[in-house]
């Protein structure tokens, strides 16, 4: 079975994607461990290939780090390809981003500036997750919450960094007060 995995250039490109991080012997033994653990879901090492290079491409655009092992070699490659798939439907939800859209003449109340920061809300699902992509935290995952209009998402900028984020600020709007405001890898302000 593993002489297949060398031919095609189909497989060859997503062997190459996996070989940037992994060994040979490591990559084979992780598949064939995903193929044991879920036989009905993973039908042999080609199709965990197949599957776990499509994960990877979705941790890519979510910002999630491949570095990390539990990110890269998750105990269940179909449950962590599954919450990618779902984040990366979220992210493109064109009827979150309308109710986010619907939003914004009520969260006017909550543009700021100052002499050296700037402050507003969100204004898409694409602007959170970036945001959670660049400051390394997971703002994206509260996409859902912010278009039902539970909570506000406000960004915090630098008046000379306008494009670079700063801080990211949680609001719950029925209780009228700020939850979280985290920084960088989810450093508190």
Known sequence: SCDSLVTGSYYMERLARLQKHLSNERIIRYAENQVKKEPKRNRSILNVITSWTDYINECDELGIDITQEKALLPNSLYKAHRKTSRAIKLKKDEIVNQKIEKLQPRLKQYHFESKDL??????????????????????????????????????????????????????????????????????AA
């Open 118 to 187: 700037f402050i507003r809300p969100a204004v898409s699902t694409e602007e959170l997750f970036e945001e959670g992509k660049k400051l390394v935290h997971c703002v994206g995952g509260y996409a859902n919450k912010y278009a039902e209009g539970k909570i506000a998402i406000l960004f915090i900028c630098k008046k000379k960094e306008p494009d670079t984020p700063f801080y990211t600020v949680e609001i719950d709007l029925q209780a009228n007060r700020i939850t979280q405001c985290r920084g960088y890898d989810n450093e």
